[in-house]
């Protein structure tokens, strides 16, 4: 909503006050004021000039030579290309010295031969929006009534010397979408009365219901609807006051009844709609749901098609508007309407915001019946209107009105103690403040041994149980005022648990690998859910949900991660590492909720190492992403307890695939996507892994351990095994381990070979043993003692032989 302050002192005595000090005071009472715009800022020198002559350049078509009186001295010449400059014009002049928006600064020139001593100006060029500006002046100069007093401030006379506060409204506080609404706002902080405005005119002896009658068929979506009658208008330009007015809130000026029904809008924050009496085709406004398919021409020239939940206002045969919404062309007012019909409604907010919705309209009037409007003043904004087209436009009010108010309004009234008050802001205001504070707000209140009884105007459709009238009572009093207190308990500093501890750990390991953390969607669809899931479960569903991609709770965060990784490919990003620690959402049955369990996903696709200057380049694989998880279990003091098992899973390469195991319980897996699903989701070769982050951070671990660095030196035996083809290298590596004894410290793999030098099903695979003492040197006796062990055990264990 934008105020302008020039406007709000019509209604609320703002003497003292700045635009910023009222800023700052209407935020602290809980309405956000997110902008203070001065219009004028960075504007000097502009007058309103005259033109006296206008002729021709003698050196270009499209420039015209005017002398024009600015006030004071003598007439100057200024070159102007504007197509409607003319001859008697009054116009802003912006004088030389003069200094426009963007610090554009006018001096004497020579246009083609002649000389310009000022420019006259356009509203665009002195900071209006050109969305803003009369349709007449949107490609020329602004052209000021010819009663404007030639010299004075043009500046003042185009009411841009005011500022504009743009208020943050919440859904709730759709009181302060008109100016009344915020002066009654105003009002209440700087404890000064509101003053309404003029609703006087005269009636002639013809009466409106001789014109026109009403009848409503939807009386649940339309319980108020008035109608009079204006005859004699004469449609023309509204006053420049108001123009400047609507300009300033970011409504265009159009006709002066068109700008009558919008101000007042912004004034009482009803909407008002003005049809073409004599276009309206017939006597009788009938209000009714729409048939379903049937169409209306709105006034942005487009042919609609309702549906049969829509409501709209007809002549008895066809629409002519759009409740609430947008009227049609078939009835609209143009420059020779000369009687009126204006319309004042209360709409219900659900049905305006379907159609608004449907028809991908949202105007002002629609923004206010949906959030609700005040039903004390559909009468009163009819009342003002006609009184403002009585003065503005020459219209003759016809006698009486023609309504059909069937609308049931009850006052809210509110029963409050002070205690309760106190007791929920956790301090004393005394009653006769909380009395002053809801008079101010202009409740009726009547209070008795510390009870009050408050009566909430229309105005105030948000305040309906205690809590709200507690609200009111702390902002009105100031939140600053509100005392802190610190706890009296005993304080206890707090810390980060282990599990915590233990996940910032892995983040910051996965982080410093080169991985990106990703946040995704716990809401995926059916056909997604079970996807990749390192447990079974059945399916969680939505009892409402938004959409069917975003319908179930997930098993499994990899099928959300990978369509990050498709939307980073397909935008040139040939290198992707991204990890995610998200909950997924185990079923317990119907009727009971999931269990939500906490994983580790990961997925790396493109170059995982690359060096441009030596063209050397490594694209990621299995390898790299078992090194990434070793190097995570190491972190965690898992490394030696977690085995790798090699496994075919739906969607995972059937050749490139292990599960993860702590002590035979299944804790992860890794693998590569399988081909045909890196085609479905359009991915390069794509590794991933899935970890149950939740079991692997709970488990005991073995305290760290930390031993001097050798004093004797090591002595290293290279095997080469022959065994069958299916058997693990990873089982082989762990009884060598067990075998060795304490004098075997370390068992690394470093040769796999097959080929026709062996056996078919055969293979060798290479170790390279470590033995060393920490007491002492070690004997050949010893080390030979220790490795004999070992290979009695792969032979009898594996049938392993050494190879020749």
């Not at 033109?51 to 078509?61: G, R």
């Not at 009411?159 to 943050?168: F, K, R, S, W, Y």
């Not at 170059?607 to 380049?617: A, D, F, N, S, V």
Request: net charge negative; glycine share 8%; proline share 4%.
């Amino acid at each position: 909503m934008f105020v302008s302050y020039n406007w709000l002192r019509q209604y609320v005595d703002l003497s003292g006050v700045t635009p910023e000090e009222l800023a700052e005071k209407i935020t602290r009472t809980g309405i956000e004021v997110e902008a203070v715009e001065q219009l004028n800022q960075g504007i000097s020198g502009v007058v309103i000039g005259h033109v006296l002559e206008k002729e021709q350049h003698p050196n270009a078509d499209k420039l015209n030579k005017c002398l024009v009186d600015l006030g004071k001295g003598n007439p100057v010449q200024i070159i102007c290309g504007a197509p409607n400059v003319d001859q008697g014009q009054k116009v802003a002049v912006a004088t030389v010295g003069a200094v426009l928006p963007g610090n554009f600064k006018i001096k004497k020139a020579k246009l083609r031969g002649e000389e310009s001593n000022g420019m006259i100006c356009s509203l665009q060029e002195l900071g209006v929006e050109g969305k803003l500006v009369a349709k007449e002046y949107s490609e020329g100069i602004f052209v000021f009534p010819r009663d404007a007093q030639t010299g004075t401030d043009a500046l003042e006379e185009l009411q841009l010397n005011d500022t504009v506060l743009e208020l943050g409204l919440t859904p709730n506080r759709s009181d302060c979408l008109s100016m009344l609404g915020v002066a009654y706002e105003v009002a209440a902080i700087l404890e000064k009365e509101v003053k309404l405005p003029e609703l006087s005119y005269e009636e002639t002896a013809e009466k409106a219901s001789d014109y026109i009658s009403v009848k409503v068929e939807a009386v649940k979506e339309n319980p108020v609807y008035i109608a009079k009658v204006i005859k004699n208008v004469a449609i023309g330009p509204s006053p420049l006051w108001m123009q400047t007015r609507l300009m300033a809130a970011g409504i265009r000026p159009h006709n002066n009844v068109v700008d009558i029904t919008n101000f007042v809008l912004l004034e009482y924050g009803q909407p008002l709609h003005a049809f073409d009496y004599d276009r309206f085709g017939s006597k009788e406004i009938v209000v009714r749901l729409a048939n379903e398919e049937e169409t209306i021409v709105t006034l942005d020239d487009q042919k609609r098609t309702l549906k049969d939940d829509h409501l709209v206002i007809t002549n008895g045969r066809e629409p002519v508007a759009i409740a609430g919404v947008m009227g049609g062309e078939n009835s609209e007012v143009q420059k020779d309407t000369t009687t009126v019909l204006l319309e004042s409604a209360y709409f219900d907010g659900k049905s305006i915001r379907r159609a608004s919705k449907d028809h991908g309209l949202r105007s002002e009037a629609s923004t206010r019946f949906e959030k609700g409007v005040d039903p004390d003043r559909v009468k009163a904004a009819a009342e003002r209107a006609v009184h403002l087209m009585e003065l503005y436009a020459g219209g003759e009010v016809l006698q009486g009105t023609v309504e059909f108010d069937q609308l049931q309004v009850k006052p809210v009234t509110i029963q409050i103690t002070a205690q309760k008050i106190n007791q929920v802001l956790g301090m004393h205001i005394s009653s006769e403040n909380i009395t002053s504070i809801f008079k101010r707000l202009g409740f009726e209140v009547e209070a008795a041994e510390n009870q009050f009884t408050v009566t909430v105007p229309s105005r105030r459709g948000d305040i309906t149980i205690e809590e709200d009238l507690v609200e009111e009572v702390a902002r009105l009093y100031g939140y600053d005022n509100i005392p802190s207190t610190l706890p009296t308990s005993e304080a206890h500093p707090g810390k980060l648990s282990v599990y915590q501890e233990k996940r910032r750990k892995v983040r910051r390991y996965l982080e410093g690998s080169g991985l990106y953390q990703a946040i995704t969607y716990s809401l995926t669809s059916k056909e997604k859910a079970s996807m990749l899931a390192l447990e079974s479960s059945e399916l969680t569903k939505l009892s409402l949900p938004m959409s069917e991609e975003r319908s179930i709770l997930r098993l499994s965060i990899l099928p959300q991660l990978l369509e990050a990784v498709k939307y980073n490919l397909a935008r040139q990003m040939d290198q992707v590492s991204l990890y995610e620690i998200g909950s997924v959402f185990l079923s317990k049955g119907e009727g009971n909720q999931p269990a939500e369990k906490e994983r580790l996903a990961g997925a790396i696709t493109g170059l995982w190492h690359i060096h441009p200057w030596q063209g050397e380049k490594k694209p990621v694989d299995f390898y790299v992403m078992k090194g990434l998880l070793d190097g995570l279990f190491d972190q965690l003091g898992l490394l030696e307890q977690i085995q790798y098992k090699q496994v075919k899973r739906e969607a995972m390469h059937p050749g490139r695939t292990a599960e993860l195991y702590f002590a035979d319980k299944l804790v992860g897996f890794v693998g590569q996507l399988h081909p045909s699903v890196q085609k479905e989701l359009d991915l390069t070769e794509t590794y991933v892994f899935e970890l149950a982050l939740e079991d692997l951070l709970t488990l005991d671990t073995e305290p760290v351990y930390y031993q001097p660095i050798p004093r004797y030196p090591s002595i290293s035996r290279d095997i080469a095994l022959v065994v069958d083809e299916q058997v693990v290298a990873g089982d082989l590596r762990k009884v060598i381990f067990e075998t060795g004894g304490h004098l075997l410290k370390d068992v690394q793999i470093f040769d796999l070979y097959k080929g026709d030098r062996l056996e078919a099903g055969k293979k060798s695979l290479a170790f390279s043993l470590k033995y060393f003492d920490p007491e002492k040197t070690l004997t050949d006796e010893e080390v030979t003692k220790a490795h004999e062990k070992v290979l009695e055990k792969v032979q009898e264990k594996f049938g392993a032989s050494l190879r020749g």
